[in-house]
């Protein structure tokens, strides 16, 4: 059965249930299991698995101010609760060698697709557009895929500016715990909202309800 990502919300690092996940995640790929690349600031840690596709982040707890360039053996893991998860659906870029790309861009790039071609996120069903309780992702679910669903969004930008330098559109189910950045020429310049809906998913974060 598909690991379930939204229940690992709250867990430290150490914690079974993130290792049982991680554990089934790999068998869906070639590739096997190793220590995740480690970025540590003050005030968040990041675990990036750039072969699963998947990156968590973690919230320092109890008055702990992680420094700079730790590493995993360095860090108080019992101190860090996981605060929000990033999934990638990272298909090969369509632009060429000489593009300029952004720092984070980048590093978003390093991402593999995500291990799953097919997983399931649950909803609230009194706050989603059609009333069920789930919605199924797939590595070709777009946006009227997913406001069909989910109805309109809670938040959204980006979109705007020249296509070549804009921010991808993204919107966010704050009630659901669901935020989505498109990905594609559909996603970017002056009609991105317009051509969006045929833009496919290129990062969902997935944190916890706003239930407000």
């Given amino acids: 059965m598909a690991p379930d990502i939204q229940t690992l919300l709250g867990a430290n690092p150490s914690a079974d249930s993130i290792t049982v996940f991680l554990k089934d995640l790999v068998q ?25 596709g ?14 700079r360039g730790l590493k995993l053996e360095d860090l108080q893991v019992d101190s860090l ?11 090969k870029p369509k632009t060429s060698p000489t593009t300029t790309t952004t720092s984070s861009r980048t590093a978003e790039l390093a991402f593999s697709t995500y291990s799953l071609s097919k997983w399931n996120l649950s909803l609230s069903p009194e706050a989603s557009a059609s009333n069920e309780s789930l919605i199924e992702i797939s590595l070709t679910t777009n946006g009227k895929d997913l ?10 930008g980006g979109g705007s ?3 070549s330098g804009s921010i991808g559109i993204w919107c966010e189910w704050s009630k659901h715990g ?17 051509r969006g809906k045929d833009a496919m998913w290129r990062v969902i974060t997935v944190f916890r309800p706003n239930q407000e």
């Avoid at 220590?35 to 675990?47: C, G, L």
């Avoid at 609760?81 to 298909?91: G, M, Q």
């Avoid at 406001?147 to 959204?156: H, I, Q, T």
Wanted: a negative charge; aromatic letters at 16%; charged letters at 20%.
């Fill in 147 to 156: 406001v069909s669903c989910l109805g309109e969004p809670d938040r959204k």
């Fill in 161 to 163: 500016g020249p296509s």
């Fill in 81 to 91: 609760v996981l605060d929000s998860i990033n999934v990638y659906n990272a298909p």
């Fill in 28 to 52: 869906y790929t070639n590739t096997s299991l190793t220590a995740p690349e480690v970025k540590s600031y003050s005030d968040a840690v990041y675990f990036n698995y750039y072969p699963l």
């Fill in 54 to 67: 998947i990156s968590f982040l973690f919230i320092p707890q109890k008055g702990y101010k992680p420094t």
């Fill in 178 to 194: 669901i935020m989505v950045e498109f990905g594609g020429d559909e996603a970017r310049g002056p009609q991105a909202w317009e």
